[in-house]
């Protein structure tokens, strides 16, 4: 039987003619004994006898696809699609892979779109794979046209060691120690670089104490460097463990304690790459376990009121898609996330993602950080700085080791459209002020908004690292039993930049039982009023409170408050004002339950600068309200 098209006809295996046939099954032999040269000159012989033979170009088309000949595919496969555009719907399939194969994005998309509109019965698993490829296929035609600046740069030869392979990097707030996964012969560790003074990485070490002869890595370093999660994986049965799971350690003097099973995190699925944000409230991961959204998904847990960790929770589909969701990193802004995904469309495997959490705790809809941060290879972790400009990240650099491709770790600037939101960081150590030792001590920090309020011991090792976010003022008070009080103020709200750190070191002074005849008055930094006004500010009350708790936990002691101006004025006007302010002070404690016996209070006015009254900050300085404790 002849098939007939637009007045041509067309051959097929079931009217060709024997010699013809004979040649296609030669053909056919050649290609099962994989001698594929041999079948092209069958079948091209074929159709030297037969050109309206169909089913020889589409074996010819398949066999040069597979040798990567796609030039010479595409016109054979277009050969048989114009003799019958019916007869294999398949050979739009086939032309789509082609291009492809090419990188030609626009036809690969046309064909595959043809492909659905034309194809049959397909399975819906498989049109829903040749829609995201046409979306895919989509992303990668718009981002080639419009390339993102980027200029990445390989970290030094003291992290990335040649014919090793470096990734999942991890950096505490202030930048200076960068941790990060190390492969050598199959052999996964954890290992950690620290920058000296003149800001240079030192040569990575294995870190002490949590890697053994199993696999370790995919690990997250806590913003102050105190806490660090990572994963375990096993073959063998420990515990009633076995697989992936996350673990948890604690910095101690000089090394790090056992790692603990985290048990609110793990599941009896596959469990990893743990990311705590810098509050240490929120942790998300990856995992396998039943209830996601395709093969691995984000999950994340937060601390609730008492301090336990919540049964965790999918990030939602707007995150996860049926595909591979992986490596989270929240950033210290507490609202960026950034991960990498094999389903939404990108450039090809995975891609880095960036999405922000709403005021509703949902997610907005995730950016792909475009080409060429992005490429057809597979991107590896990446992490952000906290002024969300550099990141840092892992990937291959063409060779192969132990059966996989090598990586290094590189850094790079973001670009502006991809960036966090820029958060600083408060670093305080506290010591007592005659010994000089350490002092572990509560450490209270107030935003002016309110929106932030936290109360943080510091531990034994008397130190606190708190990530800050800009376009806000805060109030600090640290406080220790029998000693006076330090408090401060930072001014973030016109910055608009991380670059300037906070460190501090504080000296505590303790109340002794008998004082000095002429004690030095101890500043409320964050005391403040309008103006020419004596009414406190509703910030006030933050530092008020722990001079009143300073007061009930010493029984015996009174104090007097007193009240200083600039020399901005009238002279006597100044001098009723500082009294004034002064009194608000006192008689704020006595509704806080403080006895007016306990309590005296003066205005200075001018009378007393600190600070020259020729600035505008030597005045801002000389605006204050102080209390000494008296006999």
């Known amino acids: 039987m002849s098939i007939f098209l637009s007045g041509q006809e067309i051959i097929t295996k079931n009217n060709a003619t024997k010699g013809v046939i004979k040649l296609y099954n030669k053909a056919q032999d050649c290609?099962?004994?994989?001698?594929?040269?041999?079948?092209?000159?069958?079948?091209?012989?074929?159709?030297?006898?037969?050109?309206?033979?169909?089913?020889?170009?589409?074996?010819?088309?398949?066999?040069?696809?597979?040798?990567?000949?796609?030039?010479?595919?595409?016109?054979?496969?277009?050969?048989?699609?114009?003799?019958?555009s019916t007869y294999s719907p398949k050979v739009l399939q086939a032309l789509a892979l082609c291009y492809e194969a090419q990188k030609d994005n626009a036809q690969a998309s046309l064909y595959f779109r043809k492909f659905l509109d034309n194809a049959d019965r397909l399975k819906p698993e498989y049109v829903k794979e040749v829609e995201k490829k046409i979306r895919d296929f989509d992303f990668r035609e718009e981002a080639l046209k419009n390339p993102v600046p980027f200029t990445p740069e390989i970290l030094p030869a003291e992290i990335n060691q040649p014919k090793l392979s470096e990734y999942s990097p991890s950096l505490t707030a202030d930048?200076?120690?960068?941790?990060?996964?190390?492969?050598?012969?199959?052999?996964?560790?954890?290992?950690?670089?620290?920058?000296?003074?003149?800001?240079?990485?030192?040569?990575?070490?294995?870190?002490?104490?949590?890697?053994?002869?199993?696999?370790?890595?995919?690990?997250?370093?806590?913003?102050?460097?105190?806490?660090?999660?990572?994963?375990?994986?096993?073959?063998?049965?420990?515990?009633?463990?076995r697989g992936c799971n996350i673990y948890v350690s604690f910095k101690n003097e000089n090394s790090w304690s056992k790692p603990v099973y985290f048990d609110a995190i793990n599941s009896k699925s596959w469990d990893t790459q743990p990311n705590i944000s810098a509050d240490g409230k929120t942790i998300i991961f990856v995992s396998k376990r039943p209830g996601g959204k395709g093969d691995s998904?984000?999950?994340?847990?937060?601390?609730?009121?008492?301090?336990?960790?919540?049964?965790?929770?999918?990030?939602?589909?707007?995150?996860?898609?049926?595909?591979?969701?992986?490596?989270?990193?929240?950033?210290?802004?507490?609202?960026?996330?950034?991960?990498?995904?094999?389903?939404?469309?990108?450039?090809?495997?995975?891609?880095?993602?960036?999405?922000?959490?709403?005021?509703?705790?949902?997610?907005?809809?995730?950016?792909?950080?475009?080409?060429?941060?992005?490429?057809?290879?597979?991107?590896?972790?990446?992490?952000?700085?906290?002024?969300?400009?550099?990141?840092y990240y892992s990937r291959g650099n063409g060779k192969i080791r132990f059966d996989q491709v090598q990586s290094d770790l590189y850094t790079f600037e973001l670009p502006e459209a991809v960036r966090s939101n820029p958060v600083g960081f408060l670093s305080i150590r506290v010591f007592d002020a005659e010994t000089k030792l350490p002092l572990e001590a509560i450490v209270r920090l107030q935003s002016s908004d309110d929106n932030t309020r936290e109360t943080l011991n510091t531990g034994k090792d008397a130190s606190l690292l708190i990530v800050l976010p800009l376009g806000e003022n805060y109030s600090l008070n640290i406080d220790k039993k029998n000693y006076y009080f330090y408090s401060e103020r930072f001014e973030l709200e016109a910055l608009n930049t991380a670059e300037t750190a906070f460190e501090i070191d504080v000296y505590l002074k303790k109340i002794e039982e008998k004082q000095a005849e002429d004690p030095e008055p101890v500043i409320l930094k964050n005391v403040l009023f309008a103006t020419g006004s004596y009414e406190l500010e509703k910030e006030s009350f933050f530092e008020l409170d722990q001079l009143a708790n300073l007061l009930e936990e010493n029984v015996n002691i009174q104090i007097e408050i007193q009240g200083h101006t600039d020399n901005v004025g009238n002279d006597d006007d100044n001098q009723q004002l500082s009294e004034n302010r002064a009194k608000a002070v006192n008689n704020y404690l006595i509704q806080k339950g403080i006895s007016k016996d306990r309590l005296t209070f003066v205005g200075y006015g001018e009378t007393e600068p600190i600070s020259s009254n020729e600035t505008e900050e030597g005045r801002k300085i000389n605006r204050r309200t102080t209390f000494i404790i008296k006999e």
């Open 297 to 391: 998904d984000l999950w994340w847990t937060r601390k609730n009121k008492d301090g336990k960790w919540t049964i965790p929770e999918n990030l939602s589909a707007v995150i996860n898609t049926p595909y591979r969701e992986e490596s989270p990193f929240f950033h210290p802004d507490g609202k960026t996330l950034y991960f990498k995904s094999e389903g939404h469309p990108g450039m090809g495997s995975f891609d880095l993602f960036k999405s922000e959490l709403l005021a509703d705790s949902t997610w907005s809809e995730p950016e792909n950080l475009g080409y060429p941060i992005n490429t057809e290879d597979h991107e590896g972790a990446m992490i952000v700085s906290l002024d969300g400009k550099t990141a």
């Open 175 to 241: 930048g200076r120690r960068l941790f990060f996964t190390r492969i050598t012969k199959s052999q996964e560790d954890i290992y950690y670089t620290e920058k000296d003074t003149n800001g240079m990485w030192q040569e990575a070490r294995l870190l002490p104490n949590l890697n053994t002869l199993e696999n370790e890595g995919a690990h997250n370093i806590s913003a102050d460097g105190k806490t660090i999660l990572f994963t375990y994986c096993s073959n063998s049965q420990q515990n009633n463990v």
């Open 31 to 84: 290609v099962q004994n994989q001698k594929p040269e041999k079948a092209i000159k069958k079948l091209n012989s074929a159709i030297a006898k037969e050109p309206q033979f169909i089913d020889a170009y589409l074996l010819l088309g398949g066999i040069q696809y597979d040798l990567k000949d796609y030039d010479a595919a595409i016109h054979n496969f277009e050969k048989a699609f114009n003799l019958d």
